[in-house]
């Protein structure tokens, strides 16, 4: 089994104990980065692009939630983003994603229901790779949601697992149903580590909603 696969292992082995998930991120920040690329990783690019069409105005205020050690700000930040927030439980990732010096301000928050931070003032709200078994569950779309103001875009990367089998499929149809969003775009499925074949079969989409 390959280093990755252990860091993957250990990830889904914390069974979303945000203490435990902490202690391994905090371990893995040193050699995330460069983990990460080597799988392949689509998700963060595509992410990316969906901001580029869907906020032109590069002064915008950003959340991106569950920033890990940063790559989407570092990203949107040598796009000309300026104006980026980043939000991560673990401390590690926080340090890493600083370094870069991509963000305005770093909060060591998680993805949840209530999110203690400015409600409906942010132009949009960005979590890629967060939304998967044993991090944020469905009720992050809420905090999400209450972050953005009315027609903000939520861009957000979805593990085909955890819309199956955590709830995240019949909170995204409920909030769409309740008219709290309205889908702008979505990515078809693709591999999540194209990269690495001892993982692949995991999927991934990357979806924009508009809060209403």
């Given at each position: 089994?390959?280093?990755?696969?252990?860091?993957?292992?250990?990830?889904?082995?914390?069974?979303?104990?945000?203490?435990?998930?902490?202690?391994?991120?905090?371990d893995?920040?040193?050699?995330?980065?460069?983990?990460?690329?080597?799988?392949?990783?689509?998700?963060?690019?595509?992410?990316?692009?969906?901001?580029?069409?869907?906020?032109?105005?590069?002064?915008?205020?950003?959340?991106?939630?569950?920033?890990?050690?940063?790559?989407?700000?570092?990203?949107?930040?040598?796009?000309?983003?300026c104006?980026?927030?980043?939000?991560?439980?673990?401390?590690g990732?926080l340090?890493?994603?600083?370094?870069?010096?991509?963000?305005?301000a770093?909060?060591?928050?998680?993805?949840?229901?209530?999110?203690?931070?400015?409600?409906?003032?942010?132009?949009?709200?960005?979590?890629?790779?967060?939304?998967?078994?044993?991090?944020a569950?469905?009720?992050?779309?809420?905090?999400?949601?209450?972050?953005?103001?009315?027609?903000?875009?939520?861009?957000?990367?979805?593990?085909?697992?955890?819309?199956?089998?955590?709830?995240?499929?019949?909170?995204?149809?409920?909030l769409?149903?309740?008219g709290?969003?309205?889908?702008?775009?979505?990515?078809?499925?693709?591999?999540?580590y194209?990269?690495?074949?001892?993982?692949?079969?995991?999927?991934?989409?990357?979806?924009?909603?508009a809060?209403?």
């Amino acid at each position: 089994m390959t280093e990755f696969k252990d860091r993957l292992t250990d990830v889904y082995g914390a069974g979303g104990d945000q203490a435990k998930l902490n202690a391994v991120y905090d371990d893995w920040a040193k050699t995330y980065d460069a983990d990460l690329w080597a799988s392949g990783n689509p998700y963060i690019a595509i992410a990316c692009t969906l901001v580029g069409h869907f906020v032109p105005d590069t002064d915008t205020r950003i959340l991106d939630g569950g920033c890990g050690t940063g790559t989407v700000g570092q990203i949107l930040g040598l796009a000309g983003y300026c104006n980026i927030e980043g939000l991560d439980p673990s401390e590690g990732m926080l340090d890493a994603a600083h370094a870069k010096g991509a963000y305005r301000a770093l909060h060591q928050l998680r993805l949840e229901a209530e999110i203690p931070l400015d409600q409906g003032a942010y132009d949009a709200v960005v979590a890629s790779g967060v939304l998967t078994q044993g991090h944020a569950g469905p009720d992050a779309l809420d905090g999400m949601l209450a972050l953005a103001r009315p027609g903000a875009p939520l861009i957000f990367s979805m593990s085909k697992l955890a819309f199956e089998e955590d709830g995240f499929g019949a909170r995204i149809a409920e909030l769409e149903r309740t008219g709290a969003w309205e889908k702008l775009a979505e990515s078809p499925p693709f591999q999540t580590y194209p990269f690495r074949p001892e993982v692949g079969h995991c999927r991934h989409w990357v979806s924009a909603y508009a809060k209403r």
